[in-house]
């Protein structure tokens, strides 16, 4: 079993900046990936970025240049960095983690934009 805790939501304004956290604790795997996805309300859940213990990363095309995924190995913590924020990307933000052996998601944490 995998547990992963979030953080780091709450509300900004449109162009701010927030940074979510998510610390997973347990039978942590170490090949694994770890990720973030959204869902906003009435719509389904997407892929946001995504980061291998290697390093390598994925983002989807929203985010591209606004958002910047990392991670602490040493932690078992992946970091979301988000800039220039839009009410767009106003959703639930969910931690992934995957690995051979089973995938885990977090609770969840709002993050708002809006003035």
């Known amino acids: 079993q995998v547990q992963l805790v979030e953080s780091g939501g709450g509300l900004v304004q449109p162009g701010g900046s927030l940074r979510l956290s998510c610390t997973a604790s347990?039978?942590?795997?170490?090949?694994?990936?770890m990720g973030w996805h959204r869902q906003a309300p009435g719509k389904q859940r997407e892929l946001v970025a995504t980061i291998a213990n290697t390093g390598g990363t994925y983002y989807a095309d929203s985010v591209k240049g606004r958002f910047t995924i990392s991670r602490d190995n040493a932690k078992n913590t992946v970091y979301l960095h988000m800039n220039s924020l839009k009410p767009e990307d106003t959703a639930v933000y969910y931690c992934?983690?995957?690995?051979?052996?089973?995938?885990?998601w977090g609770q969840g944490t709002q993050v708002t934009i809006s003035s």
């Open positions: 992934r983690y995957s690995a051979v052996r089973a995938n885990y």
């Open positions: 347990g039978s942590i795997d170490s090949i694994n990936t």
